[in-house]
């Protein structure tokens, strides 16, 4: 169930909302009305969250853990468009259009998220410009980063889609790498797990990483977004 109105500004979920960009500004009476129809949901590695097509249960805020979005082709490859980490969202597409899952999501880790209403989510958005602006910001943001990765899968090569992968998630609020699999990486970057591996290898032969006990390290972050770079225009 929700939790209940009256929530102090310590609480966990209050504590989430403050630090994501679409709900940082809001002011304390809005950001304690949305909090409180937030309904806790916590979930296992491996359980699937959303299915595609199924009517959505709203925006999702991840407090702890790791979560992947993906798509499934009619013989059930996987491809997965993006992981998300602490303190993001997802699903905000099915906010606007349909109110139905755009794709699957399964957590890689345990963890915790909120669950908040469609409806509540758009009151936010008619209520503050900030808000709404901010949202319409990282939806675009998502959508550059689509057209990103369907560039790159079609003119780039593995080892720089890695790299790019690498970098980039390097910088976000992810930053290790140890809960994605290889297989995952795969899926992610259309490629097999196998070829993953050779990628891998080649990077470390470089110089840019370091692989221990199948841990991933950044050990030269210039040569890693050199490597990444190679093809930006």
């Known amino acids: 169930m929700p939790e209940q109105s009256g929530?102090?500004?310590?609480?966990?979920v209050i504590a989430c909302l403050q630090r994501h960009v679409c709900f940082e500004?809001?002011?304390?009476?809005?950001?304690?009305?949305?909090?409180?129809?937030?309904?806790?949901?916590?979930?296992?590695?491996?359980?699937?969250l959303l299915l595609e097509g199924d009517e959505t249960?709203?925006?999702w805020l991840i407090e702890q853990g790791r979560i992947k979005v993906f798509k499934?082709?009619?013989?059930?490859?996987?491809?997965?468009?993006?992981?998300f980490g602490p303190d993001e969202t997802f699903n905000e597409a099915s906010?606007?259009?349909?109110?139905?899952?755009p794709a699957n999501a399964a957590a890689l880790t345990?963890?915790?998220?909120?669950?908040?209403?469609?409806?509540?989510?758009?009151?936010?958005?008619?209520?503050?410009?900030?808000?709404?602006?901010?949202m319409l910001d990282m939806l675009a943001q998502r959508l550059?980063?689509?057209?990103?990765?369907?560039?790159?899968m079609a003119f780039y090569p593995v080892t720089v889609r890695l790299a790019r992968f690498l970098v980039d998630e390097s910088e976000g609020p992810m930053r290790t790498y140890n809960d994605i699999t290889r297989v995952n990486m795969a899926a992610r970057l259309a490629t097999t797990p196998e070829t993953i591996s050779r990628a891998?290898?080649?990077?470390?032969?470089?110089?840019?990483?370091a692989i221990e006990r199948q841990q991933i390290a950044v050990v030269h972050s210039d040569m890693l977004q050199t490597i990444a770079g190679l093809f930006r225009t």
């Open 7 to 12: 929530l102090p500004q310590s609480h966990p």
């Open 25 to 48: 500004a809001l002011e304390p009476l809005l950001l304690s009305e949305i909090a409180a129809q937030a309904a806790r949901r916590p979930f296992e590695a491996g359980e699937v």
């Open 57 to 59: 249960p709203g925006l």
């Open 72 to 83: 499934l082709s009619p013989d059930g490859r996987e491809q997965i468009l993006h992981f």
């Open 95 to 101: 906010l606007f259009r349909d109110r139905v899952n």
């Open 110 to 134: 345990a963890g915790l998220a909120w669950v908040i209403p469609v409806a509540a989510v758009r009151a936010v958005i008619a209520r503050s410009p900030d808000a709404a602006f901010a």
């Open 144 to 152: 550059r980063n689509l057209t990103q990765q369907i560039e790159e």
């Open 200 to 209: 891998l290898r080649s990077l470390q032969e470089m110089g840019a990483i």
